[in-house]
């Protein structure tokens, strides 16, 4: 394995140029550890590019009706600055569940949607929110809806050197929201699987789900307008089965015991929906 | 091989110099390299933190730092806890006094956890206890005599300040 510092971005992209094999950043550091020990990563061929030195990928930043998180921040400074900031809630719900303080205090939020963590408690709410990803190769610059960031767990799309420069999370002024991290093993601090649900002003409603062991990986089911949802169980259901038809087809087959429990949580979700 | 990266460790006060190798995790260097036998290692992947330190004041599972990242940082390890004046820290005291310690093997990585928690949080109430207290586990005391450890030390650390 090979190790070495960044001193500036153009600096992390001429070494991560000039690396053979696998090139990982490394800032918090806690995913590479637990897959290096795991062997899930094999130290050969593994080129760690040290990211901690790089300030400008640890801001935290309120602009406008976005919030812009370096990706070398980490979740407890994200916690704390979401602090009073009461329309991110359900962002600051799913930071609160996430893993323990010990490793909110190490781990980075670039770390945990770039490490495509299948037991992400965040994935859900940041694509509820439509958060992007701002990627940097070189010179060039991209944006991406985070949910494309996910090839599968621990699987990303980012080609080698590219690197998740920052999150930019759209404000969305929702009118109910709910989040629920089901079945969660607090000492392992993994939620079997995560839900994320929120309807809006305009009474458009969102949801998404992930988890290691429901889904083997994280989807949006669907931003639909009111009439084609209807606030019906059955309208509900059947447009999540057209989502898991659709993964079907995109090859990520369901398996039946994670599709019943796909179908349980939704209903759920829409009893409680309908509740209102 | 993995090469051997030369690093300098500030810990509980005291530098170390140090050549590890990148995938070397903060406990072990602790352990292995420093003598500080005080941190534990229990599962070694993040799960039970019997290896909490504090790195740069905030509480974090030493097994799954890289050790070559917290060169320009601050750790502190249980052994940094107490001084000659005080033998005991009085989050040590409290868990001594509560009986929260049965095999002993988690105490390290709950005390320093506890000293966090009071720090950013003087008064918890007992969910905000059980939340600080997420990543740590104890196979012995039920949990309890730890629960009663912290509210003990979370008054006399109160008194102290007051």
Redesign the interface.
């Known amino acids: ?3 070495c510092k960044a001193r500036s971005l153009s600096d992390f992209f001429q070494k991560a140029s000039e690396a053979k094999g696998l090139i990982r950043p ?1 800032a918090g ?2 995913d ?3 897959r ?3 062997r899930y990563l094999l ?1 050969d061929k593994l080129t ?1 590019i ?1 990211i ?1 030195g790089l300030d400008e990928l640890k801001g935290i930043a309120e602009r406008g009706n976005e919030l812009e998180i370096g990706s070398a921040a980490t979740l ?1 400074a994200l916690e704390e600055f979401l602090k009073d900031r009461d329309e991110y809630s359900l962002l600051r719900t799913a930071l ?1 569940e996430t ?5 909110r ?2 781990g980075t939020l670039g770390g945990h949607v770039a490490g495509c963590l299948p037991n992400s408690h965040l994935f859900p709410v940041l694509m509820l929110h439509g958060a992007e990803a701002e990627i940097l190769e070189s010179a060039e610059e991209k944006s991406i809806p985070v949910e494309d960031l996910f090839r599968g767990p621990y699987h990303n799309r980012l080609k080698s050197g590219e690197l998740v420069m920052s999150l930019t999370i759209p404000r969305k002024d929702f009118q109910w929201e709910y989040y629920w991290g089901e079945g969660s093993r ?4 993994l939620p079997p699987f995560v839900l994320a649900m929120a309807i809006d002003g305009e009474g458009n409603r969102f949801i998404a789900g992930g988890g290691p062991n429901v889904l083997p990986t994280h989807f949006r089911v669907l931003e639909s307008a009111p009439s084609r949802f209807g606030g019906s169980r059955t309208t509900l259901l059947n447009l999540v089965k057209e989502e898991v038809s659709a993964q079907e087809k995109r090859k990520n087959r369901l398996t039946d015991y994670q599709k019943t429990l796909l179908f349980r949580f939704t209903c759920e979700m829409a009893e409680m929906e309908a509740r209102l | 091989m993995t090469e051997k990266i030369p690093v300098r460790l500030k810990v509980n006060g005291r530098y170390y110099d140090a050549a590890i190798s990148a995938d070397a995790s903060l406990s072990r260097v602790l352990r292995d390299e420093l003598g500080l036998m005080g941190t534990k290692e229990g599962c070694g992947t993040g799960y039970c933190g019997s290896c909490t330190v504090l790195i740069d004041g905030s509480a974090m599972k030493s097994c799954l730092v890289p050790a070559v990242t917290v060169g320009d940082r601050e750790v502190v390890t249980i052994e940094g806890m107490s001084s000659p004046e005080h033998p005991l820290h009085p989050v040590q005291q409290a868990f001594v006094d509560a009986g929260a310690i049965q095999c002993g093997y988690c105490t390290p990585g709950f005390v320093m956890s506890v000293y966090a928690l009071l720090r950013m949080n003087p008064k918890p109430t007992d969910e905000e206890i059980k939340r600080g207290l997420s990543g740590n586990i104890c196979r012995c005391t039920g949990y309890e005599t730890i629960l009663s450890a912290v509210r003990l030390a979370s008054e006399r650390l109160s008194s102290v300040r007051e």
């Open positions: 394995m090979n190790y490394l550091g806690a590479i550890m637990y290096l020990k795991k130290s760690l040290d901690n407890s609160r893993a323990c303080p010990q490793i205090s190490q607090k000492q392992f601090s």
